[in-house]
């Protein structure tokens, strides 16, 4: 859940999947004009905070009373949760997207958590994520190669040879980058994030590799990038839900807030900075 305060005494409460559904949009609007990332790619930034579904839509309180944000999560429910994201597209046979998907919450796990200084049932949990994803991933680079040797083997004195597909690892790294990227973008347009932040390392960029974003402190939802990333200023929607600002005593006193809210659609925009 993606908690932001919403003038003048409310709080806006972005569910994870939506934030996840608008890095698919940031994603799939991308100027490509070079090389492009894996078929599976879009898919799974669109999808990559599935497992969150559930825990959302019974949302629960910090230690303050006020709606638990993603940023506030115990090591053990994150990598429950990131565990559950995974899972859902491999079940969807998403297998490249899911091993994307899990080295950039192996990221993650690095960047917001210190296991020296976690307990002990956090750094458990951490470094059982990291070593499942560590052991997927080396498992599907060797299923990848194995095909495509084979499929090499097999065709190799055809006259009729098909063309065999790059390895599907070639770009892996970069697909993770560009995962990070857009979600980022998207979590800088959800939250309150205001001022100026540069992205560096932006994969499929043509003659920069850096993204410098800025938003003012109107509150609204929109960003302006330099250089504009996509063919075009773009404009969606998120929807969420808008709860008082108080503290909440107990989790079923602010999912009674929640159920009694109506779902609220608020347009946002990313454009140019000259625009």
Same mark, same amino acid.
């Given at each position: 859940m993606i908690r932001r305060q919403w003038p003048p005494d409310k709080w806006l409460l972005i569910p994870? +999947?939506? /934030?996840?559904?608008?890095?698919?949009? #940031?994603?799939?609007?991308?100027?490509?004009?070079?090389?492009?990332? /894996?078929?599976? !790619? =879009?898919h799974a930034i669109s999808h990559h905070d599935d497992g969150w579904r559930a825990f959302d839509e019974e949302p629960s309180t910090n230690a303050a009373g006020a709606p638990v944000s993603f940023m506030e999560m115990a090591p053990e429910v994150s990598t429950m949760l990131w565990s559950g994201s995974i899972r859902s597209l491999e079940k @969807?046979?998403?297998?490249?997207?899911?091993? +994307?998907?899990?080295?950039?919450?192996?990221? =993650?796990?690095? =960047?917001? /958590? @210190?296991i020296k200084r976690t307990s002990a049932r956090g750094a458990a949990a951490l470094g059982g994520f990291i070593g499942a994803q560590n052991f997927a991933l080396r498992r599907y680079r060797a299923t990848a190669s194995q095909e495509l /040797? @084979?499929?090499?083997? +097999?065709?190799?004195?055809?006259?009729?040879?098909?063309? #065999?597909?790059? @390895?599907?690892l070639e770009a892996f790294d970069t697909d993770v980058r560009f995962l990070q990227v857009v979600d980022m973008i998207s979590l800088l347009l959800c939250t309150e994030f205001t001022g100026e932040t540069v992205i560096e390392n932006v994969p499929y960029l043509e003659g920069t590799d850096s993204l410098t974003v800025s938003r003012n402190g109107d509150g609204k939802l929109?960003?302006? #990038?330099?250089? !504009?990333?996509?063919?075009?200023?773009l404009r969606d929607h998120v929807t969420g839900l808008v709860v008082p600002r108080k503290h909440y005593a107990v989790d079923d006193e602010l999912r009674e807030a929640c159920a009694a809210a109506k779902p609220l659609v608020v347009e946002w925009h990313i454009g140019? #900075?000259?625009?």
């Open positions: 994870q +999947v939506e /934030h996840s559904r608008v890095s698919g949009l #940031i994603a799939a609007s991308w100027n490509f004009s070079g090389s492009k990332p /894996h078929r599976d !790619l =879009l @969807d046979k998403k297998f490249y997207g899911a091993r +994307v998907v899990g080295q950039h919450f192996c990221e =993650l796990c690095k =960047l917001n /958590h @210190d /040797h @084979d499929s090499a083997t +097999v065709f190799e004195d055809s006259v009729d040879m098909p063309a #065999i597909e790059p @390895d599907p929109a960003l302006k #990038i330099d250089p !504009l990333p996509f063919r075009r200023n140019a #900075i000259s625009g």
